[in-house]
Nanobody, 123 residues
Framework: QVQLVESGGGLVQAGGSLRLSCAAS????????MGWFRQAPGKEREFVAA????????FYADSVKGRFTISRDNAKNTVYLQMNSLKPEDTAVYYC????????????????WGQGTQVTVSS
């Protein structure tokens, strides 16, 4: 559907911040709801945040609510994940995903995925 490339991951100390970016190809970015998911070693891929096509509706996992903010800039074909007050349990590979039209919060509902970017939070 769309090609996605994540960036912005890295190593940060607990309490620090990172901003992830996801750049989408094509001219149809506005027709896709976007999401962020993460996967830690030995664990299933889990929902982090999602945003509707217009950006007016957002969803967050309870584990990140109040700390993470998802946003999008449709003019730049980019979705962002601002991560504040990071904890060691946030350590994972973070994936950007796209779903045509309506926003959802489960991995199986998203058809396009980026390659992932590693986020490591040290104690």
């Amino acid at each position: 559907q769309v090609q996605l490339v994540e960036s912005g991951g890295g190593l940060v100390q607990a309490g620090g911040s990172l901003r992830l970016s996801c750049a989408a190809s094509g001219r149809t970015f506005r027709t896709f709801a976007m999401g962020w998911f993460r996967q830690a070693p030995g664990k299933e891929r889990e929902f982090v945040a999602a945003i509707s096509r217009s950006g007016d509706l957002t969803f967050y996992a309870d584990s990140v609510k109040g700390r993470f903010t998802i946003s999008r800039d449709n003019a730049k074909n980019t979705v962002y994940l601002q991560m504040n007050s990071l904890k060691p349990e946030d350590t994972a590979v973070y994936y950007c995903a796209a779903r045509f039209w309506e926003v959802r919060t489960t991995p199986a509902d998203f058809g396009s995925w980026g390659q992932g970017t590693q986020v490591t939070v040290s104690s």
